[in-house]
């Protein structure tokens, strides 16, 4: 018998490429080529997922497709490759065991749990009813439990719990959604809570009930998470956030606060439709929610004098246990959606500045003298990571900082390269690691001006070398000498003979940009921060470039304005408001308007003598210099303290028309704003003038880069830098260059202050071949 070709069988060989593991794809697999009737087998290995399928020419094409389009959620199919194969025959299709190779997936990053999982969570006939680690192919840690690829139990921190005999059913069922959910567990067979005091003696009875009953009395409670611990107190209780200041020595930066729901926070802040999804997304991110009246008298000291409120929601089983013991363990799920009135202080256990603390005798060690007790579990946390912090613009999500959720999901490049470790900056530090066109940046290390910071630099460089099975052929740096992170990848290349670039920071803020939206043409880049090593040896930080690629040309910067007492300044603006009337001819205000500050008297004589007064063309430092002249601000006790109570209170004031005059272009390239900062220095209107120096300052940046611009041929600007987290300047440079029928491109995948550097210096590393 003949049979008709539209019914002969064919085999395919399918190569999935992308974040496809630990996502439940292959059971997903399973189920799809069992509805077409189709026969083969699936299996992970270090490229992604394998697949040989056989069946009829049209089931086939339909199993391709729905590859794709069916994915599981939590998966990214980056491509699907097919090759013929020999028939098999069969009628069975098989899930196998996981090969082995030369890793090219990636792991998910830790998602927050799943709708399935709350339900099991909160059902008092389910075997997993408040257990504090339930989990399954669509939540839980990844990131940060696994220490190499594949992505299979034996290779996470979960290889120590043997399953019991309904876990592992669980385990091996392609229909069960726990079908190789690496994390799966149950009271039987998993991870334990463990309640301690501070001086490391158990508290008993039922750890959940026990913290809440300790949070509720006024203590501090060290809490173990996903990627490390959390500080926690009653943030509607003064005395015990004025407590967790005072032991943190943290003045008066802001604490991220978490509630139950979106209708819990709704007494304290404004959220649209975008940050409201972003809250409640898999990734948990901490998000900046407008602040309304009385917010500041209910979480007395929390965020004080600051316009926007960080704001998170549960991430964790073991989170969403203390909201439900609060609301009094109601069977099923109607309760989470009800306003709560538990409100929880979250924020980072560490000392100072210090890295966030992930393992337990770490706790009991570094925690001492800042905790009451710890709430803590012998799940071990293989790499720390903190919280990501994010904001909602015009045009979307923007990151102020980017770790659990998000890290380690890839960037793609526009175009394939050699491997780059690239080791950003000194501040904020990440790191990168590429591998052909993806770049992987690493969760947000922290400000290298420690040893454990420093060491964590280390550990991320390694794990991220190791997940991805990548040698580094080449070391991206900064062009500062002595960070850290330059000595690092010299002695890091230096052992490997490997050869080390050094990138301007400034051409890094732009590259990262232009990376991330695969710009592979030449732009026009305004870089705002508050400081970075020139290529002629001085502290820029408000500049004007031409950027291609690894090629970068300074085009112009903001006149400069001198530093009074060095780095002093940039930790007390009314130096920098004394700097501006001196550049004004007004030196002799200096001591009577700051009269208050102890050395005005000396700064206006450095001043007038040019003794130890460091240039810098820094828009960091003209923002510090408008908040001291409009007396916002005169001493900073955390960074970009006097910057963002100026964009509040300008975002409160609303728009204002920009100041006729306000700027001058000179021949030379420089953006001169002495004349705004002479109308801000008269101004006694404090909202009016905050409003009227952020529109004049993006009017005159859009003049600044569309006369660049024009002269060049050009029709992109590229905007990056710290300054770039400000809404009210990114959204007004936005509109300002769109009516001169120019595109902005601005950091979304990453921040854009250096949280984002790594990423520009492997970029222009990769394209230094090409030049």
């Known amino acids: 018998m003949i049979v008709p070709a539209d019914t002969a069988p064919e085999r395919r060989c399918i190569r999935v490429a992308g974040v496809v593991q630990g996502v439940g794809f292959r059971p997903f697999v399973w189920r799809l080529a069992r509805e077409l009737g189709l026969a083969g087998w699936v299996r992970n290995d270090a490229a992604g997922v394998e697949i040989e399928v056989e069946g009829e020419t049209a089931r086939l094409a339909a199993f391709a497709e729905r590859l794709r389009r069916d994915a599981p959620s939590l998966a990214r199919v980056d491509s699907v490759d097919a090759a013929d194969a020999p028939l098999r025959g069969g009628s069975q299709f098989a899930i196998l065991p996981s090969a082995g190779g030369a890793a090219a997936t990636a792991i998910p990053p830790d998602v927050a749990t799943c709708a399935d999982c709350l339900a099991d969570l909160f059902d008092p006939a389910d075997r997993r009813w408040r257990y504090a680690f339930t989990n399954c192919t669509q939540c839980g840690p990844r990131y940060t439990i696994t220490r190499h690829l594949p992505y299979d139990r034996a290779q996470t921190s979960m290889a120590a719990f043997t399953l019991c005999p309904d876990c592992a059913a669980e385990y091996h069922d392609p229909a069960s959604r726990r079908f190789h959910a690496e994390p799966d567990a149950c009271p039987a067979c998993g991870p334990r809570l463990d309640l301690r005091d501070a001086a490391g003696e158990p508290i008993l009875g039922d750890p959940i009930a026990q913290t809440l009953r300790l949070l509720s009395d006024g203590a501090l409670v060290a809490l173990k998470g996903l990627g490390g611990f959390h500080l926690a107190c009653d943030a509607r209780n003064a005395s015990s956030v004025a407590r967790l200041r005072a032991r943190k020595s943290r003045e008066e930066k802001p604490f991220a606060v978490m509630f139950a729901n979106l209708a819990s926070t709704r007494a304290f802040v404004t959220a649209g439709d975008a940050e409201a999804a972003l809250l409640e997304s898999p990734e948990r991110p901490i998000v900046l929610l407008r602040k309304r009246p009385g917010c500041d008298d209910a979480l007395p000291g929390v965020a004080p004098g600051i316009a926007w409120l960080g704001a998170m929601l549960p991430a964790t089983p073991l989170q969403w246990l203390l909201f439900h013991d609060a609301a009094g363990r109601h069977a099923g799920r109607a309760w989470t959606t009800e ?348 909202g009016f003038g905050a409003a009227l120096f952020h529109h004049t300052l993006a009017e005159a940046l859009a003049d600044w880069a569309a006369l660049a611009a024009q002269r060049l041929g050009l029709n992109t600007v590229a905007a990056a830098g710290g300054c770039l987290l400000n809404a009210v300047l990114s959204q007004g440079l936005h509109d300002r260059l769109a009516a001169r029928d120019l595109r902005l491109l601005q950091a979304n995948q990453l921040p854009p202050n250096d949280g984002g550097l790594s990423l520009g210096q492997a970029w222009v590393a990769i394209n230094e071949g090409d030049h």
């Open 339 to 686: 306003p709560q009135a538990l409100t929880l202080v979250m924020t980072s256990a560490n000392p100072g500045s210090e890295p966030l603390v992930a393992d337990n005798d770490e706790a009991r060690t570094r925690l001492a003298g800042i905790a009451d007790a710890l709430l803590m579990h012998n799940r071990n946390i293989v790499i720390r990571c903190d919280d990501s912090v994010m904001r909602v613009a015009a045009d979307g999500p923007r990151f102020l900082r980017r770790a659990r959720g998000h890290v380690p999901r890839a960037i793609r490049l526009p175009a394939a390269g050699p491997s780059v470790l690239a080791v950003g900056g000194w501040f904020k530090n990440t790191v990168c690691v590429t591998r052909g066109s993806e770049a992987f940046v690493s969760q947000h290390i922290g400000d290298l001006d420690n040893a454990p910071t420093r060491a964590a630099l280390g550990a991320a460089v390694e794990h991220l070398c190791d997940i991805l099975d990548v040698e580094p052929a080449i070391v991206a740096h900064d062009l500062h000498p002595d960070y850290f992170s330059s000595r690092y990848a010299a002695e890091f290349a230096a052992r490997r003979g490997l050869r080390a670039v050094a990138v301007q920071h400034h051409h890094a803020h732009v590259a990262a940009v232009l990376a991330e939206h695969g710009m592979t043409r030449p732009v026009i880049g305004l870089a705002l921060d508050g400081v970075g090593l020139g290529t002629d040896g001085s502290a820029w930080g408000g500049e004007l470039l031409r950027v291609d690629g690894a090629c970068c040309t300074r085009l112009g910067h903001l006149r400069q304005l001198a530093l009074p007492g060095g780095d002093r300044a940039a930790r007390q603006p009314w130096r920098l408001g004394a700097a501006a009337l001196s550049s004004l001819g007004r030196g002799d205000e200096i001591a009577t308007r700051f009269a208050d500050q102890p050395g005005a008297a000396t700064v206006a004589k450095m001043l007038a003598r040019g003794l130890n007064t460091p240039p810098t063309s820094s828009a960091g430092r003209l923002f510090d210099a408008a908040a001291a002249l409009l007396g916002v601000r005169a001493v900073c006790s955390f960074e970009a303290q006097a910057a963002m109570l100026l964009e509040g209170l300008a975002e409160r004031h609303g728009a204002v028309a920009p100041l006729a005059g306000g700027w001058r272009l000179d021949p030379d390239g420089t953006l001169d704003l002495r004349p705004l900062l002479a109308a801000i220095a008269d101004c006694r209107d404090t």
